[in-house]
């Protein structure tokens, strides 16, 4: 009976020690996995790191070309304004040019 118990002890440590191994096995799997996992967040974080610097640099473009476009307008806006009140007969615009000889008809 005490060989049976002795044989039974030996398999169950060596079971044991199977069961160790392949948890080790299965850790050093697990950690592979997590370091490859971490250098991808890596990589990952740096590209969206160069796509957002990217965006800022391409918001900023159309932010000024939007600027110049709408100095352009208010200058033309300020051209049109010039010239209408120029061209239209204002009393200024009458006061500055010589005012029209009265013109008579005759009847014969």
Same mark, same amino acid.
């Given at each position: 009976?005490?060989?049976? +118990?002795?044989?039974? !002890?030996?398999? @169950?440590? =060596?079971?044991?020690? $199977? ?7 299965? #850790? ?18 740096? +590209?969206?790191?160069? !796509?957002?610097? @990217?965006? =800022?640099?391409?918001? $900023? ?7 110049? #476009? ?39």
């Amino acid at each position: 009976m005490a060989l049976f +118990k002795d044989e039974t !002890l030996h398999k @169950k440590i =060596d079971d044991l020690a $199977n069961v160790n191994i392949t948890v080790s096995q299965m #850790l050093a799997v697990h950690e592979e996995r997590i370091t490859k996992q971490e250098e991808i967040d890596t990589v990952l974080f740096t +590209k969206i790191d160069q !796509l957002r610097d @990217k965006m =800022d640099l391409d918001h $900023n473009s159309v932010l000024s070309r939007i600027h110049g #476009l709408e100095k352009t307008v208010w200058i033309a806006v300020g051209c049109v304004a010039v010239i209408t009140f120029l061209v239209a007969e204002t009393p200024f615009i009458s006061t500055l040019t010589n005012p029209p000889a009265a013109v008579t008809i005759e009847n014969k």
